[in-house]
């Protein structure tokens, strides 16, 4: 097959992939206010849609970091290692997806990609700098969240001590409009880009644009599948976030997506990849804490983890057989 019909499907795979992260993640930013009555959810999901797709032009950063810091080198790699690594990423997702587990869709990426580089230019094509950057960020930053979830509640609480709690839930509903905004333009200006990268990795590695720079059309295409794939809406992640793990109200659901936004977009003008779906999780575990330790359904937090381990191993063999796959019938 031509290279640059190979191109090609990279793009496609690329552009499902945001599509699929985009309605597998939808629950990061509209579940605790979906779960709050806070906003109806066919508004909700439009709300998100939009503001996804402007977080995604937002800026370029984390997606130099994705197309320069997992390989050594563009030229290391060719068009069958990157639809690999996009077929096993978009493969995990689509499990979680299905048995309603919310599961890192920035993990499953960084996993297909090393799992094809490893098996399609060997160990030595692998950054091992840049991946430790990356895996660093993806597991310090749920963990942040956890902690930042729990102290902003509790200045939250301490703060508004003396209102009464009707009267408070009523004012933060209409505060989960703008938490719920924040958070739907941050998880783009993060989770969009990383499409973005991938697909900038391979117009590199095929000789299309002589440095990584992240081409107009590019964002706009990945904006654009972010945004589509958004609109669908993931219900049954959604359930699961919005209710599963704590049962949530108005204002804790502002504390969690206004920690959630704020650790996000920190993460996304630092230039490095999060999870936004371990983020938030973490955010609503702080917040369920700084009530009681009890609150929160560890069991199901558990489960959660399992899913998040699982990820990047998953990934990573999916997207290693898939090399073998696509060598036997393209002779590579």
Avoid at 56 to 84: C, E, P, R
Avoid at 125 to 150: C, D, H, Q, R, T
Avoid at 283 to 296: F, N
Wanted: proline share 3%; aromatic share 10%; glycine share 10%.
């Amino acid at each position: 097959m031509p290279d640059l019909t190979l191109l090609y499907v990279v793009v496609f795979f690329a552009l499902a992939f945001d599509y699929i992260n985009g309605f597998h993640d939808t629950a990061n930013a509209i579940a605790t206010s979906v779960s709050t009555r806070a906003l109806e959810p066919q508004y909700a999901v439009v709300l998100a849609a939009i503001l996804n797709f402007a977080g995604a032009l937002y800026s370029t950063g984390v997606a130099k970091t994705i197309g320069g810091d997992l390989v050594k080198s563009a030229s290391m790699v060719n068009q069958q290692v990157i639809i690999s690594a996009l077929f096993g990423a978009i493969v995990w997702n689509l499990i979680t997806w299905w048995f309603g587990i919310p599961s890192s869709s920035s993990h499953a990426l960084v996993g297909g990609v090393l799992g094809a580089v490893t098996v399609g230019a060997g160990f030595e094509a692998i950054n091992v700098f840049g991946v430790e950057k990356i895996i660093l960020s993806l597991v310090v930053s749920p963990l942040l969240a956890m902690a930042g979830g729990y102290v902003i509640m509790i200045a939250m609480m301490w703060i508004f001590r003396r209102y009464e709690p009707g009267k408070l839930n009523t004012g933060f509903k209409k505060m989960q409009l703008l938490s719920a905004s924040m958070m739907s333009f941050s998880h783009g200006s993060n989770d969009a880009q990383k499409a973005m990268g991938i697909i900038t990795l391979a117009l590199l590695s095929s000789g299309q644009i002589p440095t990584l720079e992240v081409p107009l059309w590019v964002k706009f295409s990945c904006a654009t599948a972010m945004a589509c794939g958004t609109a669908v809406g993931g219900w049954k992640i959604i359930k699961t976030m919005g209710g599963k793990i704590f049962k949530l109200e108005p204002i804790t659901g502002f504390a969690a997506d206004l920690n959630s936004s704020l650790v996000i977009f920190a993460a996304t003008n630092l230039h490095l990849p999060v999870s936004t779906t371990h983020v938030v999780s973490g955010s609503i575990m702080g917040v369920g804490s700084s009530k009681r330790l009890t609150a929160v359904r560890w069991g199901v937090a558990q489960q959660m983890l399992f899913a998040w381990v699982l990820t990047i191993p998953f990934s990573a063999i999916t997207s290693g057989l898939m090399y073998k796959f696509l060598s036997l019938f393209m002779h590579i």
